[in-house]
């Protein structure tokens, strides 16, 4: 029997003590891992449910080893090719711990690509279709407790039209059984289901709502008590509370629970509640515990803006996926942290899980860092025909929004739910066809009424999705201005000016800015030179600054990708981070536009200008902070060779007052570029508060005359032990730069030679170093 799993698989169930109450006390186990080695084979040509390869008496002992979680597309364990789509078989013995006879048992996988048959002693317990939702099964009554146990899964990656993900998706369909699966013990009266709504207005607190399940006790009553702790500290508790079944036997309970001196959860303070709920049936002594964590947080949008806690929040963001070098999608916990950890230290309080819901503990680290979060399902680029269709709805779309909802909702860092991405395709002034928006009013509407405490949207790519965002709380937007959606990264300025003429109350979120690139690709800011690192840097720089100098009704932006990652259509080259995790420079790039406010931000027109023309570029100032910076300066000047030497060629400074929350255009550089200029140039520009304290660095590389590529300079700051060193200061001429946690910055120079200086802990260390055009030169410092 399937049943649906609630928080709970991931909860502590213990015996507990209640004041004033006489109690007995009984220990128990949660669970049996069932990860682990595995028995493994490959299905191609279907045969394996012809020839019984689930039944308890087939010799498996010609079957490969296999560790799960684990998925066959990475790695050579399965002995099958890289790309193999298809039928894969699992198979697996284990016993019943003791003592586990009467209490309910699970079987719980958190996640099989694509679809899962399950048999448990030959048995077929059913099946399940979607590749990032847990499931379960109740066994209670299918285990032999005496002796083995034989379960058997049978994964099928296959891709097709009408199911979700379809067909032609553009990370990989990695086949097998990604996440971890466990035996689950629960009482025969257990929570099925526990949703915990925050809310801070108008008094803090939350709403708790329970679903009980009964396995044939049918008590009469039951007595329930909450409490709430923050720090381990008690802050708030309910009354000892009768429960009674319902006209239709069902066990629901309902109540709201006051918190006072709230805390409230947001990046910047991520802190955490934990909810215990207690319950104990008519005629027994025992207590039974389930405890889960929760924030206090409100998401809402007003007009064109997004609110966190009653505050207008401006999010700074990367995309993510699921994929790691040997483990494809069956990515450790480790892993998982780290590339989160990444992320945040970029100074972004928001991550864009694509496409589908990720492991749940990656969710637990959100919610722990302060990193909000989109999680949407994985109806990529489905066609009208297919989103129309009742039954991909029936068997696809509806259990995955569902399972997604009941699975991850107490998470205080999901503030976005998503019901697909880029299945709109009617550009502007078009509506899209009827079936997308039905589509899109049928979801968001069902959504809705399974949980209003967040807001609920899709990703429609470029200027698509017309006639769908009136059922949107905000617009979701992949911009690919000068790689899908047009050559001309510049595109995005008038682009988002005609979505906002057409959407005027909708707050506009970039979901995804991306270029790809190749390493060791270099062609110039000015050559446009799709695959160049250039050029990738360029896109990220124009596409972010951008959108950010229309935070009127631009709400946030993000990275796509913090990786690069296996791809399925496209090559995948979209990180700032290689697949392995080796730092690219636009890292440096993101970095340094996301790392503090006030912001100095530079929009130019073009990367290639003309000796004799002259070079105009607006300078805005961009600030999220809710305090003035008054009195400031801007100091710019421009770089280039001259008489083969490193030299400034021209400078200026300008006055500014950048209000708070605002984005302001500030002036323009002027600069008439000599006859006689050529090749690689750069704009800087730097911000100094009214005492000359640096606010915000900015620089724009440009080409003249002709596209010609930078030399690049990799700074690589140790200790005695090889260990990256934070915060070195890494001077090149004028330039400064301080490492972060990676120790590692990026200098983009006209060819030559140059002294490189690294400072830490009133140390220098200096040497020349001799660079060359369209080449990484890599210096390594060591303390």
């Not at 993900?165 to 059984?177: A, E, Q, V």
């Not at 924030?295 to 994929?323: M, P, S």
């Not at 730092?583 to 996301?594: E, P």
């Not at 983009?748 to 490189?756: A, D, I, K, S």
Request: charged share 30%; glycine share 8%; hydrophobic share 35%.
């Amino acid at each position: 029997m399937r049943v649906p799993i609630p928080f709970i698989t991931l909860a502590i169930l213990s015996v507990i003590m209640i004041p004033g109450c006489e109690i007995g006390i009984r220990e128990g186990v949660l669970r049996k891992d069932l990860s682990g080695i595995w028995r493994f084979r490959a299905d191609p040509n279907k045969v394996g449910e012809k020839e019984g390869w689930f039944k308890t008496d087939y010799d498996d002992s010609n079957w490969r080893d296999f560790k799960v979680p684990g998925v066959w597309n990475e790695g050579r364990e399965a002995g099958v090719e890289w790309n193999y789509s298809g039928y894969g078989w699992f198979r697996r013995w284990f016993t019943v711990p003791k003592g586990w006879r009467g209490y309910r048992l699970d079987l719980n996988f958190l996640a099989v690509y694509l679809i899962a048959d399950v048999w448990l002693n030959g048995r077929h317990l059913g099946t399940h279709r979607g590749g990032y939702t847990a499931f379960s099964f109740d066994v209670t009554d299918e285990l032999n407790y005496d002796g083995p146990n034989l379960l058997v899964v049978r994964a099928d990656n296959t891709g097709r039209r009408f199911q979700v993900p379809w067909h032609s998706i553009d990370w990989w369909n990695c086949g097998g059984i990604s996440r971890e699966v466990y035996l689950e013990r629960r009482p025969l009266f257990s929570v099925r289901r526990l949703f915990i709504t925050p809310h801070l207005t108008p008094k803090a607190g939350i709403d708790l709502d329970v679903d009980f399940e009964d396995r044939g006790l049918n008590p009469s009553e039951v007595k329930v008590y909450a409490e709430v702790r923050f720090e381990g500290r008690t802050v708030a508790r309910t009354n000892l509370m009768t429960l009674r079944p319902d006209r239709d036997g069902r066990w629901h309970l309902s109540r709201r629970i006051d918190i006072p001196d709230p805390h409230p959860w947001s990046p910047d303070t991520p802190d955490l509640y934990r909810l215990y709920l207690f319950w104990r049936l008519k005629g027994e002594r025992m207590w039974w515990r389930l405890s889960d964590r929760f924030g206090l947080r409100e998401v809402e949008v007003r007009d064109t803006k997004l609110y966190l806690n009653g505050e207008e929040i401006f999010l700074q963001g990367v995309a993510l996926h699921q994929d790691y070098p040997g483990m494809g999608s069956a990515v450790s916990k480790r892993a998982q942290r780290e590339d989160l950890m990444r992320i945040k230290r970029l100074n972004a309080n928001f991550v864009r899980l694509g496409h589908y819901p990720f492991h749940p503990y990656s969710l637990d680290v959100c919610d722990e860092i302060g990193l909000l979060a989109w999680m949407e399902i994985p109806v990529w680029q489905n066609s009208p025909e297919e989103l129309a269709d009742e039954e991909m709805y029936r068997n696809w779309v509806k259990p995955q929004l569902d399972e997604m909802i009941d699975q991850y909702y107490n998470h205080p860092s999901i503030i976005f739910w998503s019901v697909g991405n880029e299945f709109s395709r009617a550009w502007l002034p078009n509506k899209e066809p009827p079936q997308t928006i039905r589509y899109v009013e049928r979801t968001t509407r069902h959504v809705r009424s399974r949980d209003r405490s967040r807001l609920v949207t899709y990703a429609s790519a470029a200027s698509t999705g017309y006639g769908t965002w009136k059922f949107l709380d905000l617009i979701g937007k992949p911009l690919h201005y000068g790689w899908f959606h047009s050559k001309n990264v510049y595109d995005v300025r008038s682009q988002v000016e005609l979505i906002h003429k057409y959407a005027p109350r909708k707050p506009i979120l970039a979901i995804e800015l991306c270029g790809m690139s190749e390493e060791g690709d270099h062609a110039g800011y000015g050559a446009d030179k799709r695959w160049s690192m250039e050029y990738h840097d360029k896109l990220l720089r124009v596409l972010l600054q951008s959108l950010m100098i229309r935070k009127e009704y631009v709400c946030g932006v993000t990275v796509w990708t913090l990786a690069d990652l296996k791809g399925g259509r496209e090559r995948g080259t979209y990180g700032l981070f290689t697949r392995d995790r080796k730092v690219k420079f636009l890292y440096d790039t993101v970095r340094n536009l996301f790392t503090r406010d006030p912001k100095l931000l530079i929009i130019e027109p073009k990367t290639l200008f003309r000796p004799g023309e002259t070079f105009d570029v607006e300078l805005w100032g961009f600030n999220r902070l809710r305090r003035d910076f008054r009195g400031c300066k801007i100091e710019w000047w421009i770089t280039g060779l001259k008489d083969g030497r490193y030299s400034r060629l021209a400078s200026g400074e300008m006055m500014a007052n950048i209000p708070a929350n605002s984005s302001k255009k500030i002036g323009i550089v002027r600069w008439r570029v000599p006859k006689d200029r050529i090749g690689f140039h750069t704009l800087n520009a730097r911000l100094l508060d009214g005492k000359g304290k640096e606010l915000f660095f900015n620089d724009l590389h440009f080409d003249v005359a002709r596209p010609t590529p930078p030399a690049i300079l990799r700074v690589d700051v140790v200790d005695g032990k090889g260990r990256p060193i934070e915060g070195a200061r890494v001077r090149l001429e004028d330039l400064e730069k301080t490492t972060d946690y990676i120790g590692t910055v990026h200098f983009l120079m006209p060819q030559g030679r140059y002294r490189v200086r690294a400072i830490w802990k009133g140390k220098e260390i200096s040497d020349e170093i001799k660079l060359k055009q369209g080449e990484v030169t890599r210096y390594r410092v060591s303390f």
